[in-house]
């Protein structure tokens, strides 16, 4: 087995610590860093996304994997120059005004950084304007919102409707989720798109933008 294996198991055994006893092993041996991200931590992290979409894998374990490859990739990035780092886009993240819950939206946070995306994560109970302004500050090709509740869930529109109002819709992606949401209440809001759990963000991402 290669050590980039080694690497990818530790990952999804979620066990930080022998993560970066490979990744060191591997910079050792001279492997490519963009091989250890991608071939190693990032592999390992897309077989977490997999096990946890169909239920085989649960949210401590997820939170484990994700602690196990930030902390392998904390040892490659100085190696890499900052053009090379595989980046897809900017994605918003947040839980719409009203509403409280946080660890669906660290878990959509969690893949879509594995995946490749530059995620800024703008908090929970966010206010329409603070939405509207993140998209345009950080030229977010994707904005994904969240919502526990089904007395938040029309704050999704009126962010929508805010960013139409500004002119920027076009240049945006919006992308939505939570327990309450679902595809026809997607497509009653105007939104491009519904995952129903953290994994479908990713691909659904890709889909949207020709990943």
């Known amino acids: ?13 979620g066990d930080d610590e022998q993560v970066v006893k490979d990744v060191k092993m591997a910079i050792e041996m001279k492997e490519e860093p963009l091989a250890i991200i991608n071939d190693g931590l990032i592999s390992g992290m897309n077989v977490v996304g997999a096990r946890f979409k169909i239920g085989d894998m649960f ?6 994997a994700a ?14 120059a900052v053009g090379d780092m595989p980046n897809k886009g900017t994605i918003v993240l947040g839980t719409v005004k009203g509403d409280l819950h946080d660890i669906g939206k660290k878990l959509v946070a969690i893949m879509f950084s594995s995946n490749g995306y530059n995620v800024v994560d703008v908090g929970f109970d966010v206010p329409t304007e603070k939405f509207v302004e993140a ?9 994904g919102m969240s919502a526990l509740l089904t007395t938040t869930m029309l704050e999704m529109k009126a962010v929508i409707d805010a960013l139409e109002a500004e002119g920027i819709r076009d240049g945006v992606k919006v992308i939505i989720g939570g ?6 209440f997607s497509e009653e809001i105007g939104a491009d798109g519904y995952a129903p759990d953290a994994g479908s963000g990713t691909e659904l991402a890709d889909l949207l933008l020709g990943s």
């Open 1 to 13: 087995m290669s050590v980039l294996e080694y690497i990818k198991n530790s990952v999804i055994a």
């Open 59 to 64: 949210i401590p374990e997820v939170l484990m």
């Open 67 to 80: 602690q196990a490859m930030a902390a392998g990739v904390e040892l490659v990035q100085p190696l890499i």
């Open 135 to 143: 998209v345009k500050k950080h030229k977010a090709k994707i904005l």
């Open 179 to 184: 327990a309450p949401v679902t595809k026809e």
